[in-house]
């Protein structure tokens, strides 16, 4: 009688295929789960949004109010925090808005006789377009205007909406984080008491980890952002191009998404610079975007983020990219902080918290030792 040889098993299944099966559907459940995440985000970007900028007020007048409050009461002190935060806004876009009203008349005749430049300059060498080509193509977008006026104006009306989601989601992540400064760490025992008994310590490091690098990241951002638009600033008013304060803040809050938004932001300065004041200015700012771009990038990210987080370049970009690809501009400016919390978390669950992050103050979110 002729015996058949046993059938493979799973037992006899090489080692490694084994391994990169058990990774295989890992990491499948990890990306379904995912995308149920970005549906459920996707549905909620209000909400998510409000809580995200929440979450950067916190950050920023946290420290301020605990300050405030060995004088004050806490309410006290985070009602003063909260309102003269409120007042500094205020009479910065005031500010903004009354340099702009005092020069529009003089930057409408700037602006004219920059047109009439840039058409010369464009009718000279080297790229000799001829005045024609320049008068049909002013035509062409006359045309369209007209064509399309009533298209436009249904646009602006439908988009008249959004402010309003605007104003709402502003308020809730006012509402919002006047809870988190006040009462933050209460809030975060209360959420961990209602985990498994077992699973609290782990939480408890993993959101100090987390908090620590967000609002190391936050404060460190908002100080290279500001560091960028005085450079900015100062060299637009060298080189005289109007509008700096408009300018000023455009750069500085296009420094909130990394690598791509300052850069963005100073070719428009180009482009008001030339024209304002021609095409040498215009050159000069954007010679500007690399010589910022080598400040920021060799002695304010070394000296202002390095201590909070520690991301290679190269990830910073992909999640700028995936970021802006799946969330548009919020995408972008929530992606290098998404990604640094969630390594700094994982660093700390390996054990290696001293290097996913370092100490960026007394976290908003805090639990017992």
């Not at 909400?47 to 300050?67: E, G, K, N, Y």
């Not at 000296?303 to 799946?326: M, N």
Request: hydrophobic share 55%; with cysteine; charged share 10%.
């Amino acid at each position: 009688m002729i015996r058949r040889p046993p059938r493979p098993t799973g037992a006899q299944v090489g080692p490694g295929l084994q391994k990169t099966a058990g990774y295989a559907w890992r990491l499948l459940v990890l990306a379904a789960a995912l995308y149920v995440v970005l549906i459920v985000v996707g549905r909620l970007v209000l909400p998510v949004v409000a809580v995200f900028v929440a979450l950067v007020i916190t950050s920023m007048l946290r420290p301020v109010a605990d300050l405030i409050a060995r004088a004050l009461p806490r309410a006290a002190a985070v009602a003063v925090t909260v309102v003269g935060s409120l007042l500094l806004v205020a009479g910065v876009l005031a500010l903004l808005g009354e340099s702009v009203a005092s020069d529009w008349n003089g930057l409408v005749n700037e602006f004219r006789g920059g047109i009439g430049r840039i058409e010369r300059w464009l009718e000279g060498p080297p790229f000799h377009v001829r005045a024609a080509s320049a008068t049909q193509l002013q035509n062409k977008l006359s045309a369209y205007l007209s064509s399309h006026r009533a298209s436009l104006v249904n646009t602006a009306v439908n988009q008249a909406g959004k402010v309003v989601e605007v104003f709402t989601g502003a308020f809730l992540a006012l509402f919002c984080s006047i809870f988190f400064i006040h009462s933050g760490d209460r809030m975060w025992l209360w959420a961990q008491r209602q985990l498994p008994r077992g699973a609290r310590r782990t939480a408890d490091r993993a959101a100090r980890t987390a908090w620590r690098t967000f609002a190391g990241y936050t404060r460190g951002i908002l100080i290279v952002a500001a560091s960028n638009a005085v450079l900015v600033g100062i060299a637009l008013l060298v080189l005289r191009v109007p509008l700096v304060a408009p300018l000023v803040v455009l750069e500085f809050f296009a420094t909130l998404i990394p690598l791509i938004g300052s850069p963005i932001a100073m070719v428009i300065a180009a482009v008001v610079a030339l024209a304002a004041r021609g095409p040498v200015t215009a050159v000069i700012v954007l010679a500007l975007i690399v010589v910022i771009g080598q400040i920021e990038g060799h002695v304010l990210h070394p000296l202002v983020l390095s201590w909070a987080v520690r991301i290679h370049p190269v990830a910073v970009a992909l999640s700028v990219i995936a970021g802006g690809i799946l969330g548009g501009v919020i995408g972008a400016v929530v992606a290098v902080p998404l990604v640094s919390v969630v390594w700094a978390m994982i660093g700390e669950l390996r054990g290696d918290g001293d290097e996913a992050g370092g100490d960026a103050g007394g976290p908003a979110v805090t639990g017992p030792p």
